[in-house]
């Protein structure tokens, strides 16, 4: 428990620069102008709304296997502690991530669930991480469950990884922008989405982390009244 | 004894183990042919060639789960703890990987055989399909041997490893299944030697890992 982790998790301005970018986000996203697109239409807008899970989702997937390797490396409860909870908030975001979609899917698509690369993408991920919690669940002790989670998690981010990258190979894609789909940057000559786009970036990456941290310092302190 | 003559003596020995307790390859043959049986009950016959091949396939998958989930499991406490105090972990998983493809590679072929008879084959390029067949062996064995090797230190709970090895199979089955549709439909080799190179790193991905990986399994 370094007192480094500490001060960044404790520190507000980050915090303030989520709420802030988000409130734009909800604000912008809803009423601000967006290019006529023929059939996307104003469903447009869930670019700002479920493209932006992904972003957080891979943030959070990162930080699990940046932890896992720390973990393994140093033997610090805490690091897998961060670990495990970045995988919890990545699960979150993920579901997040495929509502928004297979609302907006049914939508432009007329199907919620199609054979789309990013989609089958999705679903791998989704069965990893769910099979890295049954295996943690599965395990009492506390430093082999973390010893085990750890290797499960590397081995497991480098073939979803592998998966992510490979899977497009396989047949296009029906996401916009891809597989010979108009996208969004082609239409948008103003760049106004995008000026939404990225801080909506920034603003759920930054919250994802930090309900991560605070799920870390609930963890941390249930641990501290079990104990006494 | 150098890294590469400890490797190959625990295949030996694994392979000696083996071969005293024949019941379990026996089971294992058993289990490919009422797989095999079963589908050929279920299907009567199969005119499409990409079901012939996604069929094999998953007939295979749980072959494989089911031959390599025990590779840890049935191991004494004694005989793991005398790897732990002789060898280096690294050997330990090497020669497991190893000794699994081994058998998944025999065991695949004989499942190939016996399901291309049952089923009327409709492979073009066996030669092709075969070489599919021995990188399909060698992904499904080396994923599957660390995912047992994670198991049997969680709660040597055989499920586990079908929970947590099939959606790490997941970007292998794809490919080996485009490499092998291809071999089914006789596409030249130049259209299929991407897929055999991507085949062949991933494979060697999956190895390379289970050797950094599995010391930290290990230790305890």
Not at chain 2, 11 to 24: D, F, H, M, P
Not at chain 2, 191 to 202: E, K, P, R, V
Request: proline share 4%.
């Amino acid at each position: 428990m370094t007192t480094k982790n500490n001060s960044i998790s404790r520190s507000w301005w980050w915090k303030i620069l989520a709420i802030v970018m988000l409130v734009y986000t909800f604000i912008m996203g809803f009423l601000g102008p967006v290019p006529a697109m023929p059939i996307i239409n104003e469903s447009i807008r869930n670019l700002y709304f479920h493209v932006t899970m992904w972003m957080a989702m891979i943030t959070l997937m990162f930080v699990n296997v940046i932890y896992s390797l720390k973990y393994l490396s140093s033997g610090k409860l805490y690091h897998d502690l961060v670990g495990e909870e970045s995988a919890r908030m990545a699960m979150v975001f993920a579901s997040a991530g495929l509502i928004t979609g297979m609302i907006w899917a049914n939508f432009t698509w007329g199907a919620p669930w199609v054979n789309d690369p990013q989609l089958n993408g999705t679903a791998a991920t989704m069965l990893i991480y769910a099979a890295y919690f049954i295996l943690r669940n599965a395990i009492t002790d506390e430093i082999k469950r973390a010893r085990i989670g750890s290797v499960y998690g590397i081995f497991a981010f480098v073939m979803m990884f592998v998966f992510i990258m490979i899977i497009p190979k396989m047949n296009d894609s029906l996401h916009p922008g891809k597989g010979g789909n108009p996208g969004f940057n082609k239409y948008d000559l103003d760049s106004n989405m995008r000026m939404v786009f990225y801080p909506a970036v920034i603003g759920w990456t930054l919250f994802g982390v930090w309900m991560m941290s605070l799920r870390v310092r609930l963890r941390k302190i249930e641990e501290k009244i079990h104990n006494a | 004894m150098n890294f590469g003559s400890q490797v190959l003596t625990l295949i030996k020995l694994e392979a000696k183990l083996e071969w005293k307790n024949r019941q379990a390859v026996t089971s294992l043959l058993v289990y490919s042919l009422a797989s095999i049986y079963i589908s050929y009950l279920s299907f009567r016959q199969v005119l499409d060639p990409v079901t012939w091949n996604a069929l094999f396939w998953i007939i295979m998958l749980f072959a494989g789960t089911n031959a390599i989930a025990k590779s840890f499991i049935q191991e004494s406490k004694g005989l793991q703890f005398f790897y732990y105090s002789m060898l280096p972990p690294q050997a330990v998983i090497l020669s497991k990987i190893f000794y699994n493809i081994l058998l998944l590679g025999v065991l695949g072929g004989i499942n190939f055989f016996i399901y291309s008879m049952i089923f009327q084959s409709p492979v073009q390029n066996n030669e092709q399909y075969l070489l599919g067949l021995l990188l399909g062996s060698i992904g499904l064995s080396s994923t599957l041997t660390l995912v047992a090797g994670i198991v049997s230190k969680a709660n040597n709970n055989a499920a586990l490893v079908a929970i947590l090895g099939f959606p790490l199979l997941f970007p292998l089955l794809l490919m080996i299944i485009r490499f092998t549709g291809n071999a089914i439909n006789g596409y030249s080799w130049a259209i299929n030697q991407s897929w055999c190179g991507l085949l062949l790193l991933l494979n060697g991905i999956i190895i390379i890992l289970s050797y950094l990986l599995f010391p930290y399994l290990w230790r305890e």
